[in-house]
Nanobody, 121 residues
Framework: QVQLVESGGGFVQSGESLRLSCSAS????????MGWFRQAPGKQRELLAT???????YYVDSVKGRFTISANSAKNTVYLQMESLKAEDAGVYYC???????????????WGRGTEVTVAS
């Protein structure tokens, strides 16, 4: 019912920046929350940042001050601006969203397929 498509990943040098985007499409009544997760090689997927429909944001300590999450509700799109990238920021970045498909239905969780970020030290 809903597709999340990430873009913006790539190869950068340590200290450089990248901006990730994730657009949601399909049967959407409202999006309650969107966020970004990262999975590094050999590690579990970890939460990085979230943004609620009311604009409230959350960041894990490791990215505070370097990453900024934002959203364009009219476009059902969430962004992750990443500054001062480090080698340990490398991994596959996944978009996550809690979406109500139709009025009075419970929210459902959706995931994108991921976009890879490589950071050369």
């Amino acid at each position: 019912q809903v597709q999340l498509v990430e873009s913006g990943g790539g190869f950068v040098q340590s200290g450089e920046s990248l901006r990730l985007s994730c657009s949601a499409s399909g049967t959407i009544y409202t999006i309650n929350k969107m966020g970004w997760f990262r999975q590094a090689p050999g590690k579990q997927r970890e939460l990085l940042a979230t943004i609620s429909s009311g604009g409230y944001t959350y960041y894990v300590d490791s990215v505070k001050g370097r990453f900024t999450i934002s959203a364009n509700s009219a476009k059902n799109t969430v962004y992750l601006q990443m500054e001062s990238l480090k080698a340990e920021d490398a991994g596959v970045y996944y978009c996550n969203a809690w979406i109500v498909n139709k009025w009075a239905e419970p929210q459902r969780e959706y995931w994108g397929r991921g976009t890879e970020v490589t950071v050369a030290s």
